[in-house]
């Protein structure tokens, strides 16, 4: 038979020395360095992107639509629009087709570069809407409104500086998220 390895320890209840009973916590946190909490990345940039790959698709079809519309002399006269404003409104719609689809793109890749390419065919998309706004071709509606044709150019710069600005929140969500996932890639 093998000896007892408790023998030469009393019990707790005969131990003439005090006990705690419990455990002991440091005061403070318990905690020596920076805490890092491991998570997957977030989805946002993901879903953005393929939001803005949808609306550059559908800004295709618009456009292609509007150029086989343009192509009739009837309907740019009703319309009063010339030839300078067609072609201001292709190469605009081109850059925000070319714009959303391949930064969004870039973003479902967690790019942080497509966030900045989309900011900036938000930037030049609102340069084109005021040219065009400044161009000549709201006096077809100021004279459907039976508005002074400055005013509606300045009603529509100013409906366009709000949605592009909401459009440029919405972009830049993935930049706002903490746990965003982007590389450090740059478009510049």
Known sequence: MQPDPWG????????TEPSLE??????????????IMLQPPSSSSKVIGILLIIWGSINAIFLLLGILGWTSQEIREEQGISSLEIILNIVSGLIA???SIIGGIWMTNYQRRGIHLVLVGIFIGFIFSVILSMSGSTSAAAQDAGLNEDAVSILMIGVSVVCNAVCGLIVAIPLMVGN?????????
């Open 97 to 99: 087709i070319l714009t």
């Open 180 to 188: 965003n996932g982007l590389d450090d890639s740059k478009l510049f």
């Open 22 to 35: 419990g455990t002991v916590s440091l005061a403070g946190n318990n905690f020596n360095g920076q805490i």
């Open 8 to 15: 030469d320890v009393e019990p707790e209840h005969k131990s």
